[in-house]
């Protein structure tokens, strides 16, 4: 069957330190994924896609980036964090009828 | 700014009513898509509708698309409280790079009450 996993769900970490998020589909091959975020109530703003291995493209320029090591693995990482990356982070993977989303995760800068 | 835009923000109904949600949006699309988010919870797909369609059903649910004015409706029959979440558009603003981008709106939550 194909499924998309999202790690870890929930995260807590320190201004100042890094962070790698990954995101793995299952099921398919060359999907076309994405990253977007969530703040508290709001809509979700689109980060980073991808539609194949090393292959990233950037919708806003921010303290993030993304990397496509693998056909089914797609990561979203900072070196440094700021508190305004705070927020819901999810993965999608774009199938004919729509997203498939990942169960996202709660990050929260202190 | 969002390509989406969700009217009303928040909607409270009782149980056993209908839900009616609308979507504006600003540019031509190809697709328009309708997705539900339980509080905390990641994004469930719900229905797609093509520029060419006008309407849509799923179940409950019913999806209607009006190209000329740039809107769109969803529509909830027979609430239940399993219902209450927040719903969210999106469309395609393009496809460009290998493939299609998605814009979501800001969303309706619905609470549905017993």
């Known amino acids: 069957s194909q499924t998309i996993h999202q790690w870890p769900a929930t995260l807590v970490q320190p201004v100042g330190s890094p962070l790698s998020l990954e995101c793995t589909v299952e099921?398919?091959?060359?999907?076309?994924l994405y990253w977007y975020r969530q703040a508290a109530g709001r809509g979700l703003q689109l980060l980073f896609y991808?539609?194949?291995?090393?292959?990233i493209s950037s919708e806003v320029p921010q303290n993030l980036s993304a990397s496509r090591p693998q056909d089914r693995q797609f990561i979203l990482s900072s070196k440094k964090l700021l508190l305004s990356d705070s927020g819901f982070y999810l993965c999608?993977?774009?199938?004919?009828?729509?997203?498939?989303f990942g169960s996202g995760t709660r990050l929260t800068v202190v | 700014s969002q390509q989406g835009e969700e009217d009303p923000q928040a909607l409270s109904i009782q149980e056993g009513e209908n839900a009616t949600m609308n979507c504006s949006y600003k540019?031509?699309?190809?697709?328009l898509q309708w997705y539900r988010q339980n509080s905390g919870r990641g994004l469930v797909h719900l229905i797609l509708?093509?520029?060419?369609?006008r309407e849509k059903h799923s179940g409950r649910l019913r999806v209607t698309l009006d190209t000329s004015k740039k809107s769109s409706s969803l529509l909830i029959t027979a609430s239940r409280a399993a219902d209450t979440a927040s719903y969210f558009c999106?469309?395609?603003?393009?496809?460009?790079?290998?493939?299609?981008?998605?814009?979501f709106g800001t969303g309706t939550r619905l609470k549905v009450l017993a």
């Open positions: 991808s539609i194949g291995i090393g292959q």
């Open positions: 540019t031509s699309i190809n697709n």
């Open positions: 099921g398919t091959s060359n999907p076309n």
């Open positions: 999106a469309t395609d603003v393009g496809y460009t790079s290998g493939t299609y981008k998605y814009i």
């Open positions: 999608a993977w774009n199938r004919d009828h729509g997203y498939t």
């Open positions: 509708i093509r520029s060419n369609e």
